[in-house]
């Protein structure tokens, strides 16, 4: 696999520190609110990282965090009342069913930052030991970038450019050593919640929990870091200074970030009233044609949402589960005969089809390519496996299909069996029909199509289905 590397501003052969063995740290959501759409694209783009691995035989440590201390959480939590904590599970379990209903799985681990306060406290301990850091008078830490000369290599900043910009979330404090210097830990405010340190009461930084969680669960040095490219600096750029600081290793192999996510052409922001939360998108659109529409451009591309390529991702959602279930229906009422030479040349192709897919995938993560496979396998499936074909033909087409979309993380919907009253009327209807009952057979279709199903008649029977 090519995967190009943030830091080396290249593509790159992936080559694992363990044979077999990937780990890899993705940032996730700070949990004070639902995530919106352009949190969405990273959590989807890393899931099919780790999907495609797996498909390689690899076995992946996925870590994704929860970042549930931070200002924002503490300002929202005031403002409704409640604990820190009690706002942070609360939007954890929402993260989970918008992540669920976008077909992200579950990582290998999710890491609290709460949960892991005596490494943070361990990691700036030997940061201050080492040189790496300082403790102010009011009992704030600061990790002192100078001491670090590598320190803008991630993002290419040079001083000018950064020295206010990690700044930690905060307005620069008068006890730093420097403007560019940022927190590691935070002492304690009237009304916050805190833990006790070597530096009196408070709480960590937004930076060094990441470092501290990455290491405990991958290593003081492991093989992928990823994100969305608006955490480039100062974040992940902090977090190179902390971890290496502090352990004098290499931290990550391979760095990755997406692209970001323009709403209407237009840049994704409060204030011009197109910021949209994953759970306000689920009330208009179906969330797998989202999940589709994030994965019809390359990763590393901005990209646009807008109704009409919603839309369009939808129409292309339904031409898979279209051809899935005429597979599926040919499975079932097709020939149980050995394949003939025309099948037998499908199923080289369906090798074909796979090879292209596969290839794309490893020419970093080009999912639209890899969607291009997928379509033109669809194409030939749908002139090939059709009445009189053989049921090892269709299952062979649908295993291909199956697996390649798994990978995507489409496709995954399971099919509903009809409804009681449904199935009754195409009973009837069959039944009408082989009474050469014209007039019912067609009252029947209406009714059918009325109650929300797409209905054909073959030679083999009907083929009904819910209209997606």
């Known amino acids: ?241 902390q971890s290496e600081g502090a352990t004098g290793k290499k931290y990550v192999n391979y760095w990755m970030h997406n692209g970001f996510i323009n709403v209407d052409n237009q840049k994704m922001s409060k204030s011009l009233n197109n910021f949209f939360t994953v759970r306000d998108i689920a009330k208009e659109y179906d969330l797998e044609a989202v999940r589709l529409f994030m994965l019809s451009a390359h990763y590393r591309s901005p990209i646009n949402f807008s109704r009409d390529q919603i839309d369009s991702a939808n129409a292309s959602l339904n031409r898979l589960y279209t051809a899935r279930n005429s597979l599926k229906f040919q499975l079932e009422n097709g020939e149980d005969r050995p394949l003939n030479d025309k099948e037998k040349e499908f199923i080289e192709r369906l090798k074909g089809y796979e090879k292209r897919f596969d290839d794309a995938m490893d020419d970093d993560m080009n999912t639209a390519d890899a969607l291009g496979a997928i379509f033109e396998l669809v194409k030939d499936a749908n002139v090939t496996v059709v009445q009189g074909a053989s049921r090892e033909a269709a299952q062979a087409a649908l295993n291909s299909l199956e697996s390649i979309c798994d990978v995507l993380g489409i496709l995954s919907k399971k099919e509903e069996e009809l409804p009681p009253e449904i199935a009754a009327l195409v009973n009837e209807r069959a039944e009408a029909r082989k009474n050469k009952d014209w007039a019912k057979s067609d009252e029947l279709r209406n009714r059918i199509i009325q109650a929300g199903y797409i209905l054909e008649d073959t030679k083999q029977g009907q083929k009904v289905r819910k209209d997606v």
């Open 1 to 241: 696999m090519q995967i190009y590397n943030s830091m080396t501003r290249k593509k790159e052969t992936f080559k694992p520190i363990h044979d077999g063995k990937v780990g890899i740290y993705a940032c996730g959501p700070t949990v004070y609110n639902y995530f919106h759409i352009g949190n969405a694209r990273p959590f989807i783009t890393f899931d099919v990282l780790r999907r495609q691995l797996e498909r390689e035989g690899y076995e992946v440590t996925f870590v994704q965090n929860f970042t549930d201390i931070d200002d924002k959480m503490i300002r929202r939590a005031n403002e409704e009342g409640i604990t820190v904590k009690e706002l942070a599970d609360r939007f954890i379990n929402e993260y989970y069913k918008d992540a669920k209903a976008l077909g992200i799985r579950p990582a290998t681990v999710h890491p609290k930052a709460t949960e892991h306060i005596p490494e943070i406290i361990a990691l700036i301990t030997k940061l201050i030991e080492n040189g790496h850091a300082y403790a102010s008078p009011s009992g704030d830490v600061y990790y002192r970038v100078s001491a670090f000369p590598g320190y803008g290599k991630l993002s290419g900043q040079n001083a000018d450019d950064r020295e206010n910009g990690a700044s930690e979330r905060l307005n620069v404090d008068t006890d730093k050593e420097s403007p560019e210097d940022f927190a590691l830990w935070k002492a304690q405010k009237p009304g916050e919640p805190a833990w006790d340190s070597p530096w009196g009461k408070g709480r960590p930084g937004w930076h060094v929990e990441c470092s501290a969680m990455s290491m405990k669960y991958l290593g003081e040095t492991f093989d992928i870091h990823c994100g969305g490219k608006d955490l480039l600096f100062p974040h992940h750029e902090n977090e190179i200074a």
